[in-house]
């Protein structure tokens, strides 16, 4: 792992005396794709505007190669920011745009002075970032007269030209159609590669945190639940909220009887997991892509499928199992109405702790009932930081 570069100590930051970022702590190493992924109101800007300078915690530490930084203005950190809106200046042509911080940028002459930079190296660097994201040839152009996809690489060659050693980037894509999008999240990672800069990146879409990034910290309500790579985050979710904000699960209370035994749905299931209390309480958590329809003789569970849609590359398949209603992705649709089994391997059964937010003795949880979203929506969704598109 390379050196750690910037570490978040306690964090914590209140606005009017609400706390929105709740102690959190992160470390995050040079030359990292890290993601802050989590709903809408949990908290990824803030914590971007920690980093940049543009906030200061409430309490805690913000510290950049070792050095404490909570009170270094924006401008004197190794730190650029691209923001979803652009704000590139209409009246300057593509080449000022990207060459503005570096005019006004001053560099130490070595005689104690500072000077500015001369412009034989303005050319040579602007050229150098706009040929880095694909905008060679454009540098005459006006803004006006670029896509929504080329403006945006203006704005990343902006934020790259001057060198900074940290990327901040808060939904640079939300803006963008869905195939520029997926062009764009490949395109960003291969410019993260070549220049070698570390990467926080901003976003409420797993799918995309889930392809770019080295390290995904999942944030909910202020907090970070999980930090962990893209495959340990999916594979390995460390609480229900995590399983289902990272991918379609199922979600089901259970109880852990004893190692490697776990009872849901009014059966005992093998499982893998290991280490919980005789008959603590769990949630099971089982991957709709993981369940297996059989014959309705043919598997654990049986029950009687309610709806089928398909989703392009697979059917999505609800299937009504006593009070629980299960998910299931399949290349094979079967009919509404028919009955089915459902075949669940010990491998395709993730046991996880409780958190406390689930009631007290209730027999099943539906995907209704774990949904984060009208929460969020009531409690920070309304747009305030005004960046939505
Ligand atoms: N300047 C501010 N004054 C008061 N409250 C703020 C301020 N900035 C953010 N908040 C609150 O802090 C919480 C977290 O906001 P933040 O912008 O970090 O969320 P986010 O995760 O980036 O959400 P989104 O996905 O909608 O951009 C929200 O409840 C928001 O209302
Ligand atoms: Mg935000």
């Known amino acids: ?18 706390i929105v970022l709740n102690a959190i702590n992160l470390t995050i190493h040079d030359k990292e794709f890290l993601t802050l992924l989590g709903p809408s109101g949990c908290g990824k800007t803030t914590t971007l505007r920690l980093i940049g300078g543009f906030e200061t915690p409430t309490s805690g530490g913000i510290f950049f190669d070792g050095a404490r ?7 004197k950190r190794r730190v650029n920011t691209v923001f979803q809106k652009y704000a590139l200046f209409p009246h300057l042509n593509v080449f000022e745009n990207v060459a503005f911080g570096l005019r006004i940028a001053k560099i130490p002459d070595g005689g104690g002075k500072k000077s500015r930079l001369p412009e034989g190296e303005i050319e040579e660097r602007v050229q150098g970032a706009l040929e880095l994201v694909g905008l060679k040839g454009y540098h005459r152009r006006r803004v006006h007269q670029l896509s929504g996809g080329q403006q945006q690489r203006v704005a990343i060659a902006r ?21 520029l999008r997926k062009e764009m999240q490949h395109e960003l990672k291969e410019i993260q590669r070549q220049v070698g800069i570390t ?72 499982c893998v997991d290991s280490g919980f209390d005789p008959n603590q309480p769990v949630d099971v958590v089982v991957r709709p892509e993981d369940v297996r329809m059989t014959p309705p003789d ?36 079967p009919k509404i109405g028919d009955e089915v089994g459902l075949l669940l391997t010990p491998e395709d059964i993730h046991v996880m702790d409780r958190p406390d937010l689930f009631p007290e003795g209730a027999e099943a949880l539906t995907l209704e009932d774990v949904d984060p979203e009208p929460e969020f929506e009531d409690g920070g969704g309304d747009g305030e930081d005004g960046e939505e598109a």
């Open 199 to 270: 990467f926080v990146y901003v976003t409420h879409d797993q799918e995309e945190a889930l392809t770019m990034s080295d390290t995904v910290v999942v944030m909910n309500h202020g907090n970070i639940q999980q930090i962990g790579t893209p495959v340990d985050i999916y594979n390995e979710p460390v609480n229900a909220f995590v399983a289902d904000f990272i991918g379609e699960s199922n979600i089901i209370q259970g109880v852990m009887h004893k190692d490697y035994s776990v009872s849901f749905a009014g059966r005992l299931f093998e």
């Open 69 to 75: 930084i909570n009170d270094v203005p924006p401008h």
């Open 1 to 18: 792992m390379p050196k750690e570069l910037i570490r978040l100590v306690d964090c914590t930051m209140a606005f009017d005396g609400e």
């Open 298 to 333: 043919g598997g654990q569970l049986r029950g009687t499928v309610n709806s089928v849609t398909f989703k392009g590359v697979f059917y999505e398949i609800f299937i009504d199992v006593g009070e629980i209603e299960w998910m299931v992705h399949s290349t094979s649709a």
């Open 159 to 179: 934020a790259i030209v001057n060198r900074p050693q940290v990327l901040l980037l808060d939904e640079p894509l939300g803006a963008l159609d869905l195939k």
